[in-house]
């Protein structure tokens, strides 16, 4: 069994990963089933999906028995350990699905239980198999791509490349939209990658300058918020009573620009 230390907790993390990775890369190859739709037709599941995260389950449960579990695509179980394991299997699902290679496994552990609020992050990994790219965090210890520290973004006088994503409900569109455009005047530009670790990891790597979106899921920013503090960003969830929290992510001023413009307008 491994350590409870942060950084045992990344290695572990990052192994999962890995295997994980691997694993939901020779699925793609070999040709992708839907396995069923959730809360809309647009929400899809694969068969990967639940594949990818019965292997990191069984993977994680035979390292560290103890530990709880909070998955995407199955029941969340408690530990009696303290630390809870919160998984995205093939976080950018559609973008899986549909042959796009920006997908990725993330892996978070967090010292809480499910509700996000209750969360110590201690440590992360965010796997991109078709990029072969291996983002990693332990709090206090950095952020890292395949072993390489990074940090976020300077401010840019160009303006700022941010991300967004929006929700699988047709009816939420247009108020994401609208937050889009309070958010244009201070970007050179956006983009829509469809994979929230993804975008989070690319924060965090100084790829994107800031990123914001509503809604998103535990699994989806568990690992990622931690890669982005660790690399010296802010990460800041707002709303969380409504039913599509907001989260903001980029280096400070960024941060509270992105978030000024969304929230006071
Ligand atoms: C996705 C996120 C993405 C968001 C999608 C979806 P999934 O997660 O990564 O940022 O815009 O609506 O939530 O469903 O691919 O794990």
Redesign the pocket.
């Known amino acids: 069994m491994s350590a409870d230390t942060p950084v045992a907790l990344r290695d572990l993390a990052i192994d999962v990963a890995r295997e994980a990775g691997e694993l939901a890369r020779r699925r793609r190859r070999e040709g992708v089933r839907l396995a069923a739709t959730k809360s809309s037709l647009a929400?899809?599941v694969t068969e990967a999906?639940r594949e990818v995260e019965a292997l990191i389950r069984h993977r994680l449960s035979e390292e560290r028995p103890r530990d709880g579990f909070l998955g995407?695509e199955s029941d969340a179980s408690a530990g009696d350990s303290g630390i809870t394991w919160v998984v995205?299997p093939?976080?950018?699902?559609?973008?899986?699905a549909a042959g796009i290679p920006a997908?990725n496994v993330s892996i978070a552990a967090v010292r809480g239980g499910t509700d996000p609020a209750t969360w110590e992050h201690l440590a992360g990994a965010v796997f991109a198999p078709a990029l072969d790219e291996m983002f990693s965090a332990s709090v206090g210890e950095g952020a890292w791509l395949d072993g390489v520290r990074v940090e976020v973004s300077p401010q840019n006088e160009a303006g700022a490349l941010l991300a967004?994503?929006?929700?699988?409900d047709p009816t939420t569109h247009d108020g994401d939209i609208a937050s889009v455009r309070r958010v244009m005047p201070i970007a050179r530009d956006l983009r829509?990658?469809?994979?929230?670790?993804?975008?989070l990891a690319y924060v965090a790597a100084g790829r994107l300058d800031g990123y914001f979106?509503r809604?998103?899921?535990p699994?989806?920013f568990a690992a990622g918020a931690l890669l982005v503090r660790e690399a010296g960003g802010v990460v800041s969830r707002s709303d969380i009573d409504t039913p599509r929290p907001l989260l903001v992510a980029g280096a400070a001023a960024l941060h509270d620009a992105i978030l000024a413009r969304i929230v006071q307008s």
Not at 164 to 168: H, Q, W
Not at 192 to 199: T, V, Y
């Open positions: 929400d899809i999906d995407e995205d093939i976080d950018g699902t559609v973008n899986y997908y967004t994503g929006f929700g699988y829509r990658m469809g994979a929230a670790a993804l975008d979106e809604g998103l899921k699994w989806d």
